[in-house]
């Protein structure tokens, strides 16, 4: 009996031994994961922070600036992203980033998550952020329990890369309401004269404080499409698109409205203006129109002062007047400063320039060749 006993005590012993190490361990993990589990919520608030940021900087690679060749985009990019990084709280600090941590440059294929940033190269088109929280960085995170097992804190870090890919291929304008798109287009030699080359008029800036137009330069050249009394027929169409040859009302209402995917449509059987194939292929359009628009449409194309308009472009025309043919190979986006379609005829103007758009209705493809031209979609690629 007394064998009994001590042999009972001892093994009760050992259960207490037991039971008293199994509960230390138990919350040696409960700690271990309440501490990781706030460190994968805290490296998600990184992340979203990173993307965030990388995509703010982006933002700045869509600017009209980025139609100036000699415009570096890099300490625009670093004030936007220090900007919207320290709207992202990440785990109870707002995120200070080493401007080494911000690398603008270029990536061939942004949609190749192996291709890499290369810093400083052009056509600038990618931005790269690395959030961090380390030791010399927003300091490393703190930890709750894990002390227990020597560890007080933990380094983390989180990097995204967005980047806007300016191959563009196509256009589609929205099947309703006002749309970008205008029945005008102009040659592409006099595109290339006033543009490409530099040789068009730089008189007018747009003031984004009271939203309209004013009469300064900005060392950007603008573009007249409408004829100024010397150039020869054919340098700019009044296009019929969907309507047929009709008169001023409908063409005005139109100006005033933009072109929609259905009036393209009727026109040359698709909504879509694909100007680039899936193998890199250019794409071409034949559309009807003339030379010449009345000073009867003035009021229409004044409701679109100060709008961002798209309008086409075309290599050739065939016969004249009413009858004119034109070629379209190309579209382009401005934003519309000026209109005078009275008095004398050398004075006559649709006055334009040159405009960064990204919005509704962009399509790009990698077969696109570059054009550096401000037409981009806007990517988060890794």
Do not use: C
Request: glycine residues 10%.
């Amino acid at each position: 009996m007394v064998n009994f006993y001590r042999n009972s005590a001892r093994r009760r012993g050992t259960v207490v031994v037991f039971t008293a190490v199994s509960f230390t361990v138990l919350i040696g993990f409960a700690a271990l994961a309440i501490d990781v589990g706030y460190a994968y919520a805290v490296q998600a608030q990184l992340q979203r922070n990173a993307d965030a940021a990388a995509l703010a900087g982006a933002i700045v690679l869509t600017s009209d600036k980025m139609l100036t060749p000699s415009y570096d985009p890099t300490s625009d990019v670093i004030s936007e992203v220090d900007s919207y990084a320290a709207l992202n709280i990440s785990g109870g600090v707002a995120p200070v980033i080493a401007g080494s941590d911000i690398i603008v440059g270029f990536i061939n294929d942004l949609r190749d998550p192996t291709d890499r940033i290369v810093p400083g190269a052009t056509p600038f088109n990618a931005v790269q952020v690395m959030v961090r929280r380390e030791d010399n960085n927003n300091g490393e995170l703190p930890l709750f329990l894990a002390s227990i097992f020597g560890v007080s804190s933990v380094p983390l870090r989180a990097v995204a890369i967005a980047g806007v890919e300016d191959g563009f291929s196509a256009y589609r304008p929205p099947s309703s309401g006002t749309t970008p798109l205008l029945p005008f287009s102009i040659s592409l030699d006099k595109f290339n004269d006033q543009i490409t080359d530099g040789n068009g008029p730089d008189q007018w800036t747009w003031n984004e404080t009271t939203r309209v137009p004013d009469q300064v330069p900005d060392g950007e050249n603008e573009i007249w499409i409408f004829p100024t009394g010397i150039d020869a027929a054919g340098n700019f169409g009044t296009l019929n698109i969907g309507l047929g040859n009709q008169g001023t009302a409908q063409l005005g209402s139109q100006i005033q409205n933009g072109i929609t995917d259905q009036e393209l449509i009727s026109e040359i059987g698709t909504g879509n203006l694909l100007f680039v194939d899936s193998n890199g292929n250019s794409v071409s359009y034949t559309m009807t129109g003339n030379p010449g628009i009345s000073g009867g449409m003035s009021s229409y194309v004044q409701a679109r002062v100060g709008d961002v308009v798209a309008y086409f472009v075309h290599d050739a025309v065939t016969m004249q007047g009413s009858n004119a043919t034109y070629n379209i190979i190309d579209l382009r986006f401005a934003r519309l400063f000026e209109v005078d379609l009275t008095g004398n005829p050398a004075d006559k103007r649709i006055v334009l320039q040159p405009e960064a758009y990204s919005g509704p209705g962009i399509q790009t493809d990698p077969t696109s060749t570059r054009t550096g031209r401000g037409n981009f979609t806007l990517r988060l690629t890794h």
